[in-house]
């Protein structure tokens, strides 16, 4: 079983920029996630969507911060303009309906906002 | 707000010794506890769960004991092996939510 595949790997980018990160989940997961991982810091949750519906994105910065999920399979987060802050590394993860045992994260992508 | 805790940034242990890592809780709400493994450059990986109908849980070296009074669960790795240095994460949450809350971790490492 493929796992989830997330792009790019790395990115740097300067303060004012925008960026976009893509994630494919592992396939039939109904139930994908964003996190954000800083430095030091366990990963928090962004967003998370149900097929292609948002069920939480409490925790979005929604001024800044958007993602999608079309025709819910595989999914991208934006952010702009970055700030420094922002530096971190998003992770993507899905699951399928009903269980924790397929809750499978990708690799994820280190954003370097200078 | 921090609503999981690991207070304990770095473990070293020597292989073949257990490893105990422990993780502290606020939300009464949460009921399910889960621990993951992370290598640097990939994502976290499932370990091990347990529910909070439980108090332990055991999966070959691996055991996660809860102590729901105290909102305090433990890893117990036995024996450590070169292999398990890696970040611990401990994450919480309630059934048939799905949203981890996690700790800010802690870095195991093995000596030889």
């Known amino acids: 079983e493929a796992g989830v595949a997330q792009s790019p790997r790395y990115k740097i980018i300067e303060k004012r920029q925008s960026v976009a990160f893509w994630c494919n989940p592992i396939?039939?997961?109904?139930?994908l996630y964003w996190y954000q991982q800083i430095l030091g810091q366990g990963p928090k949750l962004l967003i998370q969507?149900?097929?292609?519906?948002?069920?939480?994105d409490s925790q979005l910065p929604k001024d800044r911060f958007s993602a999608e999920r079309l025709k819910g399979v595989d999914s991208t987060l934006k952010i702009q303009p970055a700030k420094l802050e922002d530096s971190a590394v998003y992770l993507c993860?899905?699951?399928?309906?009903?269980?924790?045992?397929?809750?499978?994260f990708g690799s994820g992508t280190r954003l370097t906002v200078v | 707000d921090q609503q999981v805790k690991q207070n304990s940034p770095s473990l070293s242990v020597q292989e073949g010794r257990i490893s105990i890592l422990n993780c502290d809780y606020t939300?009464?709400?949460?009921?399910?506890f889960l621990w993951y493994k992370k290598y640097p450059a990939e994502g976290p990986t499932f370990l091990i769960s347990?529910?909070?109908?439980?108090d332990k849980n055991e999966d070959g070296r691996f055991t996660v004991f809860l102590n729901k009074s105290a909102k305090h669960l433990s890893l117990h790795i036995v024996p450590s092996q070169p292999g398990d240095s890696a970040v611990y994460f401990c994450?919480?949450?309630?059934?048939?939510?799905?949203?981890?809350?996690f700790g800010a971790g802690t870095t195991v490492t093995v000596r030889a």
């Open positions: 993860a899905s699951s399928a309906l009903g269980g924790y045992y397929g809750y499978t």
């Open positions: 396939s039939g997961h109904a139930t």
């Open positions: 969507f149900q097929n292609n519906g948002v069920v939480d």
């Open positions: 939300n009464s709400m949460f009921d399910y």
């Open positions: 347990i529910s909070s109908i439980k």
């Open positions: 994450a919480a949450t309630k059934t048939n939510d799905y949203k981890l809350s």
